[in-house]
Each structure stands twice: as C-alpha cells, then as structure tokens.
C-alpha cells in the first residue's frame, strides 16, 4: 500500500530529525507540535536486518511510521543504516544495499520519486578511492531503478575529495553531516544536521544550484 502525500522539493530553512527508532502518532505530533517539519526514517542494508536495525534492536522504516509522520502534517524522507567504521565498500555491494533500500522503501509505502539517502561515512583507511566511488555509483542506479532519487549523506572518513563529491559521483542530492565534513565542490548541500545532546536536527536550504532535497509531504494539516 502507497502512503498518501506529494513529492515535491523540501521549502529551505525547515527543521527535521533523523530516528533510528520507530515512529507513532503521538511521538509525531510532539515533534510536529515542536516545529519539526520532516522526519528521516532508516531502512535496512540486508536482509538479515529487513525488520530490525542490527546495531541496536529497534525497528526500522514501516508503513506504520510513514502514516504517523505524515498523519501529523510532517514531510518524510528514509535513509539507509550505513555498516559499522572500517567497513570496505565495493561496486558489488553497492548493487547489493541500493537493491535492498529501494525494496525497503517500496515495503513502507514510499512513493516513486522521493529521497532516499546512502549513509557514507566510517569508510576504512586505505580504501581505494575508485571502490568508494564504484559502490557509490551502483548505489544511486540501483535506488534510480527502483524508482527513487538517490542522495548521499556525507559524514566522517569518507577519503573522497570536494571536488570527487560533485564530479564523480552521480548523484545531485547532498546531505551534511556535523562536525569537520568536506564541502562539496560548486553544488554545495541541501541538508545540515546538528547533533544536540545526541538527538540528529537537521535544517534545509537550497544548495549552490538551487536544488533541493526531493521529500513526501503531507496532505495532512500541520500539528499546531
């Protein structure tokens, strides 16, 4: 079943948060009632993890969520679980993971055409630069093919250049994690989190060339 909203482009200068943890309506009308306007779920990377998050239990993105989120006038958006750090990326594996993020977006009702994010970051020193951006690459055509905009949020140990950011990987939607994270090369990002007291904010803006985040908004009346 298709979880009801619109996709369209994500207005500049609104307040989210990313969660691990599952969603219900009264958790999304607090946030909503805070001034959070978007939510990023997680899904799997495999099928081992198709219903739980392995790093600590807790459910991951389901129909469920999306309608609490969006019952609650908030926008919405899902984001894969990346591997614990050291891990070594291959074009393989990039298949594999787009594969499956796009098969558990599509479980959880998202429509065609929203975001769906790879979490790069915990990269293994020494890796090959052409393995981070082959996998990369297969990433975004695999979730491409599955019918969603592939974006990539770029946190620590990534050993990728600003300008290999932009120029060679194939995608048009950047998503900043906090702390000391490389800029990306003329495009610039369309989301900035902030982690307060372990709680992920993020805040949207038009990059560089005017593009924007790609989310499912709401049909629903915003919580007051």
Same mark, same amino acid.
């Given at each position: 079943? =298709? ?23 009264a ?11 978007f939510? &990023?779920? @997680? ?7 198709? =219903? @739980?998050n ?15 989120i ?29 594969q ?6 599509s ?17 293994? =020193? ?8 082959? @996998? ?37 939607? @950047? ?5 000391? &994270? ?7 990002? =369309? ?22 985040a ?11």
């Amino acid at each position: 079943m =298709q979880l009801p909203g619109t996709v369209v482009p994500a207005s500049p200068g609104l307040i989210g948060f990313d969660t691990t943890s599952s969603v219900n309506s009264a958790q999304a009308r607090t946030y909503a009632s805070k001034g959070y306007r978007f939510c &990023i779920r @997680y899904v799997s990377r495999d099928d081992s993890g198709r =219903q @739980y998050n392995q790093q600590n239990g807790t459910p991951d993105f389901s129909y469920d969520d999306g309608t609490a989120i969006l019952g609650a006038g908030m926008a919405l958006m899902v984001v894969q679980h990346c591997p614990l750090p050291g891990w070594k990326p291959s074009a393989a594996l990039g298949t594999t993971y787009g594969q499956n993020a796009a098969s558990y977006a599509s479980d959880g009702g998202l429509p065609a055409g929203v975001n769906v994010w790879l979490d790069l970051e915990g990269i293994a =020193q020494g890796t090959a630069q052409d393995d981070i951006i082959g @996998y990369c690459n297969a990433w975004f055509t695999a979730v491409k093919t599955g019918g969603y905009e592939p974006g990539v949020y770029i946190g620590f140990d990534v050993w990728l250049s600003p300008d290999q950011l932009y120029l060679n990987l194939r995608t048009s939607h @950047y998503w900043r994690a906090g702390g000391n &994270i490389p800029a990306i090369s003329h495009r610039g990002y =369309q989301l900035i989190q902030h982690e307060q007291n372990g709680f992920d904010m993020n805040v949207t803006q038009n990059d560089d060339l005017n593009g924007a985040a790609l989310w499912l908004a709401s049909n629903a009346p915003l919580v007051a």
